[in-house]
């Protein structure tokens, strides 16, 4: 399987983390974004929308983050995928938040100041905000947001999540947040997302 990857996208991470978490032997290809690798013909005939990440896996392409999540725990790891309606439902329910309030204010936050994108900030830290409110009450109690063990939940909402401090989001109010982050970096094959700025975790 090949990984179309870029090492600042945390789109592109939380893909790369999974493949190590879950064992699946991969190749990452590294897109050269800087220089409009992505927005060329190659790459356009893998993803039309000239994103990162996409994988190839034999003959099947797939794009999006986290359809290819969705993708790979059901053909190589399907202990993160649960079948039970009920849990799988939650699983769907913080894929949604992945792409809606995590894109928007962690993710969207850490644009403005890594790749200078024209958002407006204050918008982006009060979705932020509203976010790491619901994971930290959500996470009262747990390991992990779905159940008794990792699911791609957590593998979609990590890599924005713990570089939410790059985008000037502080995670000290919420302890349930970090320990979760604590817990998912604690996983056999965890690699984690390099860091934009110095004195920062990875």
Known sequence: MRIHSFPKSGHAHRVRLFANLAGIAHEVIEVDLPAGEHKKPPFLALNPAGQVPVIEDGDTVIADSNAILVYLARKYAPSYLPTD??????????????????????????MITVFNAPLDPEACKATAAKLLGLLETLMEGRQFLVGERPTIADVAIYSYTAHAPEGGISLEPYPNVRRLLKNIEALDGFVPMPSTKVGLAA
């Open 85 to 110: 309606p009920a849990a799988e439902a939650e699983v769907q329910k913080f894929l949604s938040l992945a792409a809606g309030d995590l894109a928007f204010g962690p993710a969207a936050a850490r």
